[in-house]
Nanobody, 121 residues
């Protein structure tokens, strides 16, 4: 059993900052990509940021220069630092982790429950 728990969402004014965290726990052998997605009302879920096991990162064009993804491998945790937030960043943010639970087993795809981020004055 693998569990992902997100935290750090909330209400913030435009121009403000938030830091999201996602901790993976349970039977984990190796973690590969750790990603953040978001889904706004009546829109499709979109990829926000990716960080590989080697620390390589990639971002959606809409958040480049404002958001930073990082990870702590010792703590099985991924972070998303969000600065200069805009109303259009309002969405439920989901953590997604690709990992193996046992040596030689296939890579599984796991999701957190989501955390609400609302940017409004």
């Amino acid at each position: 059993q693998v569990r992902l728990v997100e935290s750090g969402g909330g209400l913030v004014q435009p121009g403000g900052s938030l830091r999201l965290s996602c901790v993976a726990s349970g039977r984990i052998f190796n973690i590969y990509d750790m990603n953040w997605y978001r889904q706004a009302p009546e829109k499709k879920r979109e990829l926000v940021a990716i960080i590989t096991s080697g620390g390589g990162t990639n971002y959606a064009d809409s958040v480049k220069g404002r958001f930073t993804i990082s990870r702590d491998n010792a703590q099985n945790t991924v972070y998303l630092q969000m600065n200069s937030l805009k109303p259009e960043d309002t969405a439920v943010y989901y953590c997604n982790v690709k990992l193996t639970q046992l040596p030689g087993r296939g890579v599984g795809d796991y999701w957190g429950q989501g955390t609400q981020v609302t940017v409004s004055s």
